[in-house]
Structures are given as structure tokens and as C-alpha cells.
């Protein structure tokens, strides 16, 4: 009787450790982190910016392709959190929404920032149709609009600077920058060179300087043209594509533009997500394939 009282009381024990172990793991995770976080997901071919506040606000630029999102989050987010506090869909392409459809189904998300262009696709209704489901409030950004991430980081809107709901999608590409104290980033989407000259003649060449590039449009020559990266003059170019994808991206073109003003080029094929930390004076970066 007395050892089955034990072995009672040792697996109560065992059990209270666990739930200890647990709770303080929970704890650690939803610590607030007090720098910047952002990362270029490697989800293939296609865009996944996750961007985590000083202050822990979480949103998401774009969600790639199906059935990659997920799986790449989890290595950014802690195990718990499901709950993003807002998604921005830089365009309406599959390679940059069909993920948010996968997203949807596990995460609550606080609101929707899109640039106000459409597509005629199947993926794009259903997650047209999946936001109305769920009443999450959206809004069609516009230049000059900041979003307020918390802790003294920002998000200042670029462009659009328009109406481009009738606009090819690329073209209307939302561009944005991240900043947070001395460490920033410039966000083109898949912008071409037509988007980012409109760039260049509306803002002031002092706010275009960025530390970060995340380079338009995977890499294409399309985008990401001299006179724009002169303008934005980062130590750091990020490319977020496929390995071996069907198109080529990055362009050798862009590759040649970027080395030749001393830009140094982390690309997702080859290093995986590249994550970007800063206490507002200093970037680290580290990367998980």
C-alpha cells in the first residue's frame, strides 16, 4: 500500500515538473522581444515577409505559394502564438497570397492591408471570400500612411500614391518602409522599374536610403534598376526565390547591378529564411534552411 502511495505521489510530481517545464517555456515565448525581427521566408518561389516588433506587434508581407507558409512560420514564431495582428498582400498573385488561404485556417489575424489591385484567379476569390468570412477589417493603403508597429517601429507606405485598382498587379505593388531607429528596410514587392521611377520622383531622395533592400520581383531584371538601388545606397540586397524556378530568378542582370555598388546578396535559394535582427543601432542576420 505504502509503495503504490509513492509511486502516486512520484507520478503527481513528474507530472507537476512537466506542466512547470511547459508553462515556463510558454513564458520565454511570449516574452516581449525587444528588437526588431524580420525575415524573408524561404518558401519558394514567392514572397513571405514576416516582420515581429520591439514590442511584439506581428505582421505578415505576403504569404507565397500554397503549402509553404506554415511550416516556414513555425521557425520564426513561438509554438503557442496563433495570432498574427495583420497581413499586407503587396499584390494579388498567387506567389504572394495563396499561403494566406493555408494561414486562415490556423491563425486569428487582426486586419488586411492591400494595395487595391485585383485578380481574376480562383485563389485570389477564395481568399477574398475567407477574409469577408471571418470580418477582418481591410484597408487599401496610400502614400503617407504609417503603421505604428510599437516600441518606435514603423511602417511608412511609398506607394501606391494613386488609385491602381485598374492597374496590372505588379505595377501597383505596394512599397513600404520599415524602420526601427537606425536600422531600415525598403519593401518593393514585385514594383518594375516603370513603379520605382514613380518612387524616385515622389519621395524625398533622404527617406528612399534604406540599410536593406528586399529586392523586387525575385531578382528580375524587371526591377531594381541603377538609379533606384543609387538612391536607396543599402549595405544589404535580400532575394527571396526558387530554387532552379522556371524563370531564371534572379537575373544575372540584377545580380551585376547590385555587386557593382558594393551591395552584399543574401538570396533564399541558397541560404534559406534569412532573418534580420536590430536593436535599432545594429543589424545581425542569421539564417534556417
Request: with cysteine.
Amino acid at each position: 500500500m505504502l509503495e503504490k502511495c509513492r509511486k502516486y505521489w512520484l507520478s503527481i510530481f513528474v507530472l507537476f515538473l512537466l506542466l512547470a517545464v511547459v508553462f515556463i517555456f510558454y513564458l520565454d515565448f511570449h516574452k516581449k522581444p525587444h528588437q526588431l525581427t524580420f525575415a524573408v521566408l524561404d518558401i519558394g518561389q514567392g514572397d513571405a515577409l514576416f516582420i515581429q516588433s520591439p514590442t511584439g506587434t506581428q505582421i505578415l508581407v505576403d504569404g507565397g505559394p500554397p503549402r509553404k507558409l506554415l511550416s516556414r512560420l513555425s521557425r520564426v514564431m513561438p509554438l503557442f502564438d496563433k495570432k498574427i495582428d495583420a497581413i499586407v498582400i503587396t499584390n494579388p498573385d498567387a506567389d504572394h497570397i495563396a499561403g494566406f488561404l493555408d494561414l486562415l485556417k490556423v491563425y486569428k489575424v487582426g486586419q488586411v492591408f492591400d494595395s487595391g489591385t485585383f485578380n481574376d484567379s480562383t485563389v485570389y476569390e477564395n481568399l477574398e471570400n475567407k477574409i469577408k468570412q471571418k470580418n477582418i477589417p481591410r484597408t487599401v493603403v496610400e502614400k503617407g500612411m504609417r503603421l505604428d508597429l510599437g516600441g518606435g517601429a514603423v511602417l511608412d507606405v511609398l506607394f501606391p500614391d494613386q488609385d491602381v485598382s485598374l492597374w496590372k498587379t505588379n505595377e501597383g505593388s505596394i512599397i513600404m518602409k520599415l524602420t526601427y531607429g537606425e536600422s531600415s528596410v525598403l519593401l518593393t514587392g514585385d514594383a518594375p522599374i516603370s513603379t520605382e521611377q514613380l518612387v524616385l520622383k515622389s519621395t524625398p531622395i533622404e527617406f528612399l536610403d534604406s540599410d536593406i533592400l528586399k529586392v523586387g520581383h525575385h531578382g528580375s531584371h524587371t526591377s531594381t534598376s541603377e538609379d533606384f538601388v543609387k538612391a536607396i545606397t543599402p549595405a544589404y540586397a535580400l532575394i527571396s526565390d526558387g530554387k532552379t524556378n522556371k524563370y531564371g530568378h534572379p537575373h544575372q542582370e540584377t545580380l551585376n547591378t547590385l555587386e557593382s555598388l558594393g551591395v552584399k546578396i543574401f538570396r533564399t535559394d541558397l541560404s534559406g529564411t534569412i532573418i534580420m535582427k536590430s536593436d535599432g543601432f545594429t543589424e545581425t542576420f542569421s539564417f534556417k534552411k
